[in-house]
């Protein structure tokens, strides 16, 4: 690990991983934080590479917690939260037995199905709000807690149902955040028990840590300053890019690509 972290090679994968992910911790959209862990990856293995990312996770979690204060439904969380701890926990009974491609082939194929119906609904304009519906809602916090645990993809879920509730811009994105921030403060715990972080991981995290906040504020900088005509349109296509990227990894995992 000594080699690795005087390695510049290391910096020129980790670097931009952390700004990607802290843009899209600002809320910037979910399509580059699943950038992350494979960019880190081209350097560590994929498992390491989610180890380092997660402390830092973290604090990203704490500016954006701070920066979007005030913007939150709560009736969301209380409806999707418990179905999220719910889904952690299966992730980490199943984790010796439930492979990451498959996971992300299941959640690239339900996502971009979820962006298909959007852009039906836009082109036969019949365009609604959905309304809160609780057993919908726990379903699919439930698959972001487990998709979040097993594979880092717990963004596309959480937005299949949060995204047609029409929120506000900021009350969207503060709502993500609490979300995402107790469901990685959740993960922590079962992490440490599968022994994902030893000494050598945490000083990784601990040196690439100082990006953190400046990439998560400069997405809270763009974000707040983009109007819903914008906002909306543009979430939906990094919901495209995302369900593409995610089965592409799927595949790419399963046939060993």
Same mark, same amino acid.
């Given at each position: 690990?000594?080699?690795?972290?005087?390695?510049?090679?290391?910096?020129? %994968? !980790?670097?931009?991983?952390?700004?990607? +992910?802290? /843009?899209?911790? #600002?809320?910037?959209?979910? &399509?580059?934080? $699943?950038?992350?862990?494979?960019?880190?990856?081209?350097?560590?293995?994929?498992?390491?590479?989610?180890?380092?990312?997660?402390?830092?996770?973290?604090?990203?979690?704490?500016?954006?917690?701070?920066?979007?204060?005030?913007?939150?439904?709560?009736?969301?969380?209380?409806?999707?939260?418990?179905?999220?701890?719910?889904?952690?926990?299966?992730?980490?009974?199943? %984790? !010796?037995?439930?492979?990451?491609?498959? +996971?992300? /082939?299941?959640? #690239?194929?339900?996502?971009? &199905?979820?962006? $298909?119906?959007?852009?039906?609904?836009?082109?036969?304009?019949?365009?609604?709000?959905?309304?809160?519906?609780?057993?919908?809602?726990?379903?699919?916090?439930?698959?972001?807690?487990?998709?979040?645990?097993?594979?880092?993809?717990?963004?596309?879920?959480?937005?299949?149902?949060?995204?047609?509730?029409?929120?506000?811009?900021?009350?969207?994105?503060?709502?993500?955040?609490?979300?995402?921030?107790?469901?990685?403060?959740?993960?922590?715990?079962?992490?440490?028990?599968?022994?994902?972080?030893?000494?050598?991981?945490?000083?990784?995290?601990?040196?690439?840590?100082?990006?953190?906040?400046?990439?998560?504020?400069?997405?809270?900088?763009?974000?707040?300053?983009?109007?819903?005509?914008?906002?909306?349109?543009?979430?939906?296509?990094?919901?495209?890019?995302?369900?593409?990227?995610?089965?592409?990894?799927?595949?790419?995992?399963?046939?060993?690509?």
């Amino acid at each position: 690990m000594t080699s690795l972290l005087s390695d510049p090679v290391f910096y020129v %994968a !980790a670097i931009p991983a952390v700004i990607l +992910v802290g /843009l899209s911790k #600002g809320g910037f959209g979910g &399509a580059m934080a $699943l950038l992350g862990v494979p960019m880190l990856a081209l350097v560590v293995s994929p498992v390491q590479a989610a180890a380092i990312l997660l402390p830092i996770l973290i604090v990203m979690d704490l500016v954006s917690l701070w920066a979007w204060r005030g913007h939150t439904d709560r009736r969301t969380l209380t409806i999707m939260l418990p179905g999220a701890l719910v889904g952690i926990a299966i992730g980490w009974a199943t %984790a !010796a037995v439930v492979t990451e491609g498959h +996971v992300r /082939l299941i959640v #690239g194929l339900v996502t971009f &199905a979820f962006f $298909l119906r959007w852009v039906f609904e836009k082109v036969a304009g019949r365009e609604h709000i959905a309304r809160q519906n609780r057993p919908r809602g726990t379903f699919w916090g439930a698959v972001a807690g487990f998709t979040s645990f097993v594979a880092h993809a717990g963004g596309p879920p959480y937005q299949v149902y949060a995204l047609p509730l029409g929120h506000d811009p900021r009350i969207y994105t503060g709502t993500s955040v609490v979300f995402f921030a107790i469901v990685n403060a959740v993960k922590l715990v079962p992490y440490f028990a599968l022994g994902q972080f030893d000494r050598s991981n945490l000083t990784a995290s601990l040196i690439l840590i100082p990006l953190a906040p400046l990439a998560t504020l400069a997405g809270v900088w763009i974000v707040k300053r983009m109007k819903p005509a914008v906002f909306y349109p543009f979430m939906y296509v990094m919901v495209l890019i995302v369900s593409l990227k995610l089965m592409y990894d799927g595949v790419s995992d399963l046939m060993g690509w």
